[in-house]
């Protein structure tokens, strides 16, 4: 038996964990191309930002679209209640609320990541150090991750809070594409400029599949392998379809424990079940950020159904 | 006068109790305890043992400080002391009984009737209300002093939700990880089944239409707390849920929780929440830390609330001072454990005395608690004590005073080695069809050089406590 707000506590706690070492992973993603390409460094950071949902909170806050501003903002800005350290304070005031349902290595590795994050990220990072500070909360969250996985039990627990992970994750991922979905369109020239090839390797880098793409898809960079890497994938941990597949695992568990279905289940499914049918070119000529947004919106619904089937408030 | 120092009294050399701590602290190598007792402190701090200190933003997740040199008592000073506990606890539930029943003591003018009737701990609500199975406070600790070999007395009574139980349990865990060699040497008596025994304490005194195994749960007022720690800590122990006032509605005459699959039956609830916050429609109606309609549920004996409402009347600092005379009225014999001679500053000849000898007492506020709004004379200045004494004329009735005795001391550890600090010792007693004490307690300890305030709020901090299985 769970309460139905011990059930939201764990899965608002994974939601912010998720996104506390997704605002990492797009600063490194920003920060490369920022490197890489210093003309049209403040457009980079500015997609960053659109893929973090955080663009027009910084544009009430500063002007300039840098590194030092855009990764302040969302590694350790807590008037920003995405950024790493807002979200990893609300990951770990969850976990104090739902602390009878974790392991002590779960909390504890919660606690820690809260501790070294809040004496790391206390003072603005130097950007000689922003390597090393992104490293240290890929890591961090990583800790937590193992010792989740590591220690507890499969229950409903672990199924509510999977369902926050993969919820969160899936609309990241989402995200990070409609942001850039324009540089994946097909072009009249069928080899990629080198700016293209930047931008493709930016997004993979967002989710970090920037390593792994090459395995499965060789080494050129093609538009639609990206996506379909992206969407499709059935083992690539950040796809689309790969979210859904555990969505809808865990949501089938839980309905098997209970013996009840719910509108959320439908939900899962549909998506579930488009996400297979589809292939890539359906996707395209559908239209990539028509897909995108009706995939968003779902996804969000999915959420909100998950908190009202299971009594979270 | 100095104090009576548990370890190493001056006069007599090492008391009996410590002599094998001893031989085996003379063992260690300085550096290497140095090095434990950091250890501590990381333990603590990981797991995220800390209590919030009110008015202190900034750091408003601190621990308590803990001393790695265990407070020891032999088994022949434990078993006098649970005597008197004892017999201390049944004449409070006798007491709280008669007081919402037919207050025969008021009756018979051992007590008088203005001191419980027009005390704000005394609840109406509960007059003719007979708790499930007959027991008002479940769960007492009793802080007690010390002062020599022979002399124990008991400071204050904690008969509403008595706090710091995790930190025995924990206290006992940390000192079995920093020396597990102490363990094996020295007999302790275990204390690590307190909570399956406060389960099973809870679960004797369920409401009689309870069918089956009851559904327990621990009731907090939330996160921000400054004892949630513990609250989930003893949920978690117990293996019960720990829920909030937001979880719970009355539902067909029960309480119930909200569950992912809908509202399930509660029986027996270990509330942490104060009396005032528990029914918004009973008591303060501004209240969102409590569930709205269950005094009705609890009038209907459908639900056990663990401690009951109103038991604050039995440990309030004015009723302290009749304890003797209650003891005696319930059980028929003279109080085993003293208590420390009190004067009611209401009574005109206490209130001269007082304000004559204010250097000299420590002086409470009758509904204080946690060490705040007291004076302690001879540590106070002139000015201070001036001060007092005229909060003191404006409202006598609002203060006791007592002596300030030398509380007897026990070493910790510091830089320069062992040095004696003040201590006192708060056991944590169960009672439903029978009454248990668990053999330990909290001993909290003065860390300052010569102060008296244990509280931890006031920088007190805590030591293990051993009960010598002898």
Redesign the interface.
């Known amino acids: 038996m769970l309460l139905g707000r011990t059930a939201n506590g764990l899965y608002w706690m994974n939601r912010y964990i998720e996104r506390a070492e997704n605002m990492a992973r797009l600063v490194d993603a920003g920060l490369r191309m920022a490197l890489t390409r210093t003309q049209s460094a403040s457009e980079e950071w500015n997609s960053v930002l659109l893929s973090a949902g955080s663009d027009v909170a910084f544009s009430q806050k500063y002007q300039d679209y840098t590194a030092a501003n855009v990764s302040d903002f969302l590694l350790r800005d807590t008037s920003n209640p995405s950024s790493t350290m807002s979200s990893i304070e609300t990951a770990r005031n969850n976990a104090r609320m739902v602390r009878t349902a974790l392991t002590r290595e779960t909390w504890e590795s919660i606690n820690e990541a809260w501790m070294s994050l809040k004496r790391m990220l206390a003072r603005p990072i130097d950007e000689r150090d922003l390597p090393t500070v992104l490293d240290a909360i890929k890591r961090e969250t990583a800790l937590i991750r193992g010792s989740f996985y590591g220690t507890m039990l499969r229950n409903e627990i672990f199924d509510f809070s999977q369902l926050g992970t993969y919820v969160e994750r899936a609309d990241n991922t989402a995200r990070i594409l409609d942001v850039k979905y324009y540089v994946l369109l097909p072009s009249l020239s069928w080899v990629g400029s080198t700016l293209d090839n930047y931008q493709w390797e930016s997004i993979l880098r967002s989710v970090s599949a920037h390593r792994s793409y090459r395995w499965v898809y060789e080494a050129d960079y093609k538009p639609t392998n990206i996506a379909d890497y992206l969407i499709l994938n059935v083992r690539m941990p950040r796809s689309l379809t790969f979210c859904y597949r555990f969505l809808g695992e865990h949501l089938k568990f839980l309905a098997d424990d209970y013996g009840e279905r719910h509108a959320c289940h439908g939900t899962a499914e549909r998506t579930q079940a488009m996400l297979k049918r589809g292939s890539i070119k359906d996707i395209f000529d559908h239209g990539l950020h028509e897909f995108l947004a009706e995939f968003i919106r779902d996804n969000t619904r999915l959420g909100d159904e998950i908190a009202q089937d299971y009594r979270f408030y | 006068m100095a104090a009576f120092d548990e370890m190493l009294p001056e006069v007599s050399g090492l008391r009996r109790p410590y002599e094998a701590y001893d031989r085996w602290l003379k063992e260690q190598d300085p550096a290497r305890l140095t090095e434990k007792m950091q250890d501590a402190e990381r333990v603590f701090?990981?797991?995220?043992i800390t209590f919030a200190v009110y008015g202190e933003q900034e750091a408003s997740e601190r621990l308590i400080p803990f001393d790695i040199v265990p407070r020891i008592l032999s088994g022949q000073e434990w078993r006098r002391l649970t005597q008197g506990i004892e017999q201390r606890v049944q004449a409070l539930n006798a007491f709280l009984d008669d007081i919402y029943h037919r207050q025969e003591i008021l009756r018979a003018g051992r007590v008088p009737k203005d001191l419980v009737a027009k005390n704000e701990a005394f609840l109406p609500e509960m007059i003719g209300v007979r708790p499930p199975a007959g027991v008002y406070t479940h769960i007492i600790g009793v802080d007690i002093v010390r002062i020599s070999e022979n002399e124990f007395y008991v400071l204050e009574d904690n008969a509403r939700t008595p706090s710091g139980v995790s930190y025995m349990l924990e206290n006992r865990e940390t000192m079995m990880q920093l020396f597990p060699e102490l363990f094996q040497k020295i007999k302790v008596r275990p204390v690590e089944n307190y909570p399956q025994l406060l389960r099973q304490s809870l679960a004797a005194v369920r409401p009689q239409s309870t069918k089956g195994a009851p559904t327990i749960a621990v009731l907090t007022p939330?996160?921000y707390n400054s004892a949630?720690f513990e609250h989930?800590f003893l949920?978690?122990q117990m293996g019960v849920?720990?829920?909030?006032g937001?979880?719970l509605r009355v539902v067909d005459g029960h309480v119930a929780?909200?569950?992912?699959?809908?509202y399930?039956q509660i029986d027996v609830l270990y509330r942490r929440v104060d009396d005032a916050f528990l029914d918004p429609l009973t008591f303060r109606p501004d209240s969102a830390l409590g569930v709205p309609g269950i005094m009705d549920v609890y009038r209907a004996g459908n639900i056990t609330i663990a401690n009951a409402p109103g038991t604050g009347i039995a440990d309030d600092k004015a009723i302290y001072s009749y304890m003797p005379e209650i003891v005696e009225f319930y059980t028929g014999r003279k109080a085993i454990l003293g208590n420390i001679p009190t004067w009611r500053c209401s009574e005109p000849d206490s209130l001269k005395y007082v304000l004559e000898h204010i250097h000299e007492l420590v002086i409470k506020e009758v509904h204080g608690s946690g060490g705040y709004g007291m004076l302690v004379g001879p540590a106070a200045t002139k000015k201070e004590c001036q001060e007092f004494a005229k909060k003191l004329q404006a409202k006598p009735s609002n203060y006791i005073a007592q002596p300030t005795l030398a509380l007897s001391t026990c070493p910790i550890l510091t830089e320069k080695g062992l040095s004696p600090r003040h201590v006192d010792l708060r056991p944590y007693v169960l009672v439903s069809d029978r009454i248990q004490i668990v053999p330990g307690g909290l001993t909290r300890v003065a860390l300052k050089e010569g102060s008296l305030v244990v509280n931890s709020s006031q920088g007190g901090g805590t030591k293990d406590t051993w009960v010598l299985d002898d």
């Open positions: 701090r990981k797991t995220g939330g996160s949630y989930a949920a978690d849920q720990l829920v909030e937001q979880d929780m909200r569950t992912t699959e809908g399930k």
